[in-house]
């Protein structure tokens, strides 16, 4: 299959070269030229299928570039976790998409990303330096993606003084082919040295140089499988019936990928975007007008994007027509004060501790639970004890962090600090060479 500048107006690539430039020339996102469609009986028999098949099924519709026994061991090596479904309450199940290595559903698209440029590079013989700016998250689940991944060296730009200390933690005490690099300046700074790099020809002459951030087809199309996953898993439990999806939304790159699985024939009734009150989609949907505007802070700060990057391939699958958009679901705002109140009733009606950004979820999926007798799955998208003090805001109770975290908490910081000004960037890349 060959992919495409959502505008339509670059010539189609393959997937390679979509994973490795990242955006089109014309400055646009990738999406795949057409969606394909899963045979009847695969998805008649899903309920026996095990994820790494429903991987290599769902990602292998798209690309065919890969011959199917490396797919399948691309998919093997990015997911070694589990995802489970669990029913919290009659009729409401979380897909829990948090068990990687920092312990939220970026590690799905991260990994596999990692995975497959790899694959790619070691066919080539060639080497690649991927850049990225973060301002926490995104930095995390792509250093532990491409950690220790041959043929790649991961440079991370993050704001000094303006992560969290875990957060900082989990980027900086990898090392290996892991670097930090901790500018003195704002995340703002940080991704403008990023497209300064990207488009400095000098640089590009001694590395090939490129970027891994949340907008890559590499990390959307793997995420489609999960909510295949998630189907076959309700059927395990018993359930045959098309659930509602919800599922707490930022960039709207999970969103994108459940509106794909439910385009190939994924039985989904529909679906819920729910957002913190950073609510420029809830308004989309109520006014039928976008208005992207500057993010507000809140607990579920993975989600505070004011400009959803993905907006742009949902109007594409939507031809721009809210009312297509309105047929297939809805998109609720969720408040602080609600969130909050999600996570303690829901703690105290089933002792399950949500993450801020699951309660978003939840919260919103209880607003339509009156709707239809359906089932209801809610992506559950972080660990709730990457978030100790909303929780313990929320429940009272001190949550312990998982070993992992804790082993990181006690390793040596290992960065790099420089100045905001692109000279000291481009002389650590430069000269770094050899
Ligand atoms: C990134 C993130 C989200 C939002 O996902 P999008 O694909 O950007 O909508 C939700 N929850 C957590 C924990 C995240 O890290």
């Not at 011959?67 to 976790?81: D, V, Y």
């Not at 992207?292 to 027509?321: C, I, K």
Request: hydrophobic fraction near 40%; charged fraction near 20%.
């Amino acid at each position: 299959m060959k992919f495409v500048s959502v505008r339509g107006e670059s010539r189609s690539v393959s997937f390679r070269d979509a994973l490795f430039q990242g955006i089109a020339p014309d400055g646009n996102l990738y999406v795949p030229s057409l969606i394909p469609v899963l045979p009847d009986e695969f998805i008649q028999q899903l309920k026996d299928a095990l994820l790494h098949d429903i991987g290599e099924r769902v990602i292998g519709s798209f690309i065919d570039e890969i011959p199917s026994e490396h797919l399948q061991r691309i998919i093997q090596k990015a997911w070694n976790f589990p995802i489970p479904v669990v029913e919290i309450e009659n009729n409401l199940f979380l897909l829990e998409l948090f068990h990687g290595p920092t312990l939220a559903f970026k590690d799905i698209g991260a990994r596999f990303m990692a995975e497959v440029m790899s694959y790619f590079l070691d066919q080539e013989q060639q080497h690649v330096t991927i850049l990225v700016a973060t301002s926490g998250d995104t930095g995390s689940a792509v250093a532990h993606g491409f950690y220790n991944v041959p043929n790649i060296e991961v440079f991370i730009l993050y704001p000094s003084g303006k992560i969290s200390h875990l957060q900082e933690q989990q980027m900086t005490t990898l090392g290996g082919n892991i670097r930090a690099i901790e500018v003195e300046g704002t995340f703002d700074d940080c991704q403008r040295l990023l497209k300064q790099a990207l488009n400095d020809r000098d640089i590009q002459k001694s590395r090939m140089l490129t970027t891994a951030n949340s907008i890559n087809l590499g990390r959307l199309i793997p995420q489609i499988t999960y909510y295949v996953w998630g189907i076959s898993q309700l059927r395990q439990l018993g359930h045959a019936e098309k659930p509602i999806v919800v599922v707490p939304s930022g960039n709207f790159g999970n969103l994108t990928a459940a509106v794909y699985a439910k385009r190939m024939g994924t039985p989904i009734q529909a679906f819920v975007a729910a957002t913190n009150m950073n609510d420029v989609v809830p308004q989309y949907f109520r006014t039928g007008i976008f208005t992207p505007r500057p993010s507000v802070q809140t607990m579920s700060n993975a989600m505070d994007v004011g400009n959803p990057s993905n907006f742009a391939r949902l109007q594409s699958l939507y031809e721009n027509d809210v009312n297509r958009f309105r047929n297939d679901g809805e998109a609720i705002s969720i408040s602080e004060a609600e969130t909050l109140s999600e996570i303690r009733r829901t703690y105290e009606r089933t002792n399950y501790i949500l993450d801020p950004h699951t309660a978003v979820g939840v919260a919103a999926a209880r607003r339509i639970v009156h709707q239809a007798d359906l089932p209801i799955i809610v992506t559950a998208t972080a660990h709730p004890a990457k978030f100790p003090d909303v929780v313990k805001q929320a429940i009272g109770t001190n949550i312990p962090l998982p070993p992992s975290l804790q082993a990181a908490l006690i390793e040596p910081k290992r960065s790099v600090r420089i100045s905001s000004n692109y000279d000291s960037l481009k002389q650590l890349l430069v000269i770094d060479e050899g």
